[in-house]
């Protein structure tokens, strides 16, 4: 009963991982509208009241080895009405190139915008999306990353899903490309951290639980009278973590913000260790500061700092130092069976990342490395890199603006 009760926090958090941690509800699958979409993009422009014309508006600086599958595959989209804008963000690779010989080749598909240099004030993708946006012509506005992939049913889906989940945004997530050694390791490591803040992700949350909302900025679909109505991106201009900031301006302005999964979304985030490292320890901390109440800003990255080290590190090394040191058998015992829960959970938060849950055996060494990053994100304060720039954020910026106001979230 003792040996129980020691490693029953573990089990707990066994069981809600089991629980809870799973995919949002699915997109809705599209048949009929596929074929009603035999109409040419022009005849669907004529008629509006068919179909909703999309704008969608890619931001791209220095993406030469994804921007080209990504446009691609957009051009490929079997939903007639919409166009692509690629807002190049003052690229040093082959990105403009790229993304203007896909123009040339598809007419009047693909729009290339040079962006204007950043202006004070503001983050790159912020910026990106919003002279996009100033440009696009659709009554929906979809925000996608260039490093994303879409299958050619995505964009009909995803109309079609607002629709009958009656979204004001709809935000989908997809499956993230591993290819990796590295990758595999460390990825289920912060989506982990993600579904254990968010859980349930795909229920949408009401006024006061607007610090519980979040959004993938990989996949934003918004209804253009939404987006002008929350400032668009104007009102994240300074944020790192612009898609979970506008997530809680939404739902705590009273939009209906919607959650969906599927497949047809694939996206390959980073593809080094040096890229995984400079890309969470850009938000990670301020993606905490972001998702806690003020009172609780304070001590949330000590206290999950501290959790990190508890929950995942002391096991094995419990387990370890029994074995080496011939320690008592109840350490041993300890150390061996909240290991094995451990194991297991990460197994199975790979096994959601469609990875293979042999990684779960390595998870010590992915929380070390993710645990650096974390302290990392931590301690660099508001000073971050991102693309070969460099950024301040300032203090309240990066514990959410609106941490200054009355707090209402439970």
């Given at each position: 009963m003792t040996l129980f009760l020691l490693c029953l926090p573990w089990i707990l958090v066994g069981?809600?991982?089991a629980l809870f941690f799973h995919d949002p509800p699915s997109l809705p699958e599209v048949e009929e509208q596929a074929e009603d979409a035999s109409v040419s993009r022009s005849e669907a422009e004529a008629q509006p009241e068919a179909l909703p014309f999309v704008s969608v508006i890619v931001p791209a600086r220095n993406e030469e080895a994804n921007i080209g599958r990504c446009?691609?595959?957009?051009?490929?989209?079997?939903?007639?009405?919409?166009?692509?804008?690629?807002?190049?963000?003052?690229?040093?690779?082959?990105?403009?190139?790229i993304v203007q010989e896909l123009a040339r080749e598809s007419g009047e598909s693909v729009c290339f915008i040079e962006g204007e240099p950043l202006p004070p004030g503001w983050l790159g993708k912020p910026w990106a999306c919003w002279q996009g946006a100033e440009q696009a012509r659709g009554d929906f506005l979809l925000f996608t990353d260039a490093d994303t992939e879409h299958g050619p049913e995505l964009l009909a889906q995803a109309v079609r899903g607002r629709e009958e989940a009656k979204a004001d945004v709809l935000t989908i997530i997809g499956l993230q490309v591993l290819g990796s050694f590295w990758e595999r390791l460390i990825q289920p490591q912060f989506f982990m951290l993600l579904a254990g803040r968010f859980p349930l992700a795909g229920t949408p949350r009401k006024k006061h639980q607007w610090r519980h909302a979040i959004a993938n900025g990989q996949y934003l679909l918004f209804e253009r009278s939404v987006y002008e109505a929350v400032g668009g991106h104007q009102a994240v201009a300074g944020d790192v973590v612009e898609d979970m900031r506008l997530a809680h301006i939404l739902v705590r302005g009273g939009w209906r913000l919607v959650v969906r999964g599927t497949e047809a979304l694939s996206t390959r985030m980073y593809r080094s260790l040096g890229d995984l490292v400079e890309g969470w320890s850009k938000n990670v901390a301020t993606a905490a500061l972001q998702s806690s109440s003020a009172w609780f800003q304070p001590i949330i990255l000590p206290l999950s700092a501290m959790v990190a080290v508890t929950l995942w590190l002391?096991?094995?090394?419990?387990?370890l130092l029994a074995l080496a040191a011939g320690g008592p058998a109840m350490a041993l015992q300890w150390g061996a069976l909240t290991t094995g829960v451990n194991v297991l959970i990460w197994a199975r938060a790979s096994m959601l990342l469609r990875s293979s849950p042999l990684f779960g055996i390595l998870y010590p060494l992915g929380c070390i490395v993710g645990?650096?990053?974390?302290?990392?994100?931590?301690?660099?304060?508001?000073?971050?890199?991102?693309?070969?720039?460099?950024y301040e954020i300032p203090e309240e910026v990066r514990k959410g603006s609106s941490a200054r106001a009355e707090d209402t979230d439970a």
């Amino acid at each position: 009963m003792t040996l129980f009760l020691l490693c029953l926090p573990w089990i707990l958090v066994g069981l809600y991982v089991a629980l809870f941690f799973h995919d949002p509800p699915s997109l809705p699958e599209v048949e009929e509208q596929a074929e009603d979409a035999s109409v040419s993009r022009s005849e669907a422009e004529a008629q509006p009241e068919a179909l909703p014309f999309v704008s969608v508006i890619v931001p791209a600086r220095n993406e030469e080895a994804n921007i080209g599958r990504c446009i691609s595959s957009l051009l490929a989209s079997r939903y007639p009405a919409f166009e692509i804008l690629v807002v190049d963000d003052e690229s040093h690779d082959r990105t403009r190139e790229i993304v203007q010989e896909l123009a040339r080749e598809s007419g009047e598909s693909v729009c290339f915008i040079e962006g204007e240099p950043l202006p004070p004030g503001w983050l790159g993708k912020p910026w990106a999306c919003w002279q996009g946006a100033e440009q696009a012509r659709g009554d929906f506005l979809l925000f996608t990353d260039a490093d994303t992939e879409h299958g050619p049913e995505l964009l009909a889906q995803a109309v079609r899903g607002r629709e009958e989940a009656k979204a004001d945004v709809l935000t989908i997530i997809g499956l993230q490309v591993l290819g990796s050694f590295w990758e595999r390791l460390i990825q289920p490591q912060f989506f982990m951290l993600l579904a254990g803040r968010f859980p349930l992700a795909g229920t949408p949350r009401k006024k006061h639980q607007w610090r519980h909302a979040i959004a993938n900025g990989q996949y934003l679909l918004f209804e253009r009278s939404v987006y002008e109505a929350v400032g668009g991106h104007q009102a994240v201009a300074g944020d790192v973590v612009e898609d979970m900031r506008l997530a809680h301006i939404l739902v705590r302005g009273g939009w209906r913000l919607v959650v969906r999964g599927t497949e047809a979304l694939s996206t390959r985030m980073y593809r080094s260790l040096g890229d995984l490292v400079e890309g969470w320890s850009k938000n990670v901390a301020t993606a905490a500061l972001q998702s806690s109440s003020a009172w609780f800003q304070p001590i949330i990255l000590p206290l999950s700092a501290m959790v990190a080290v508890t929950l995942w590190l002391m096991p094995p090394a419990v387990l370890l130092l029994a074995l080496a040191a011939g320690g008592p058998a109840m350490a041993l015992q300890w150390g061996a069976l909240t290991t094995g829960v451990n194991v297991l959970i990460w197994a199975r938060a790979s096994m959601l990342l469609r990875s293979s849950p042999l990684f779960g055996i390595l998870y010590p060494l992915g929380c070390i490395v993710g645990y650096v990053i974390f302290m990392k994100s931590w301690l660099q304060g508001p000073r971050i890199k991102w693309k070969a720039r460099k950024y301040e954020i300032p203090e309240e910026v990066r514990k959410g603006s609106s941490a200054r106001a009355e707090d209402t979230d439970a």
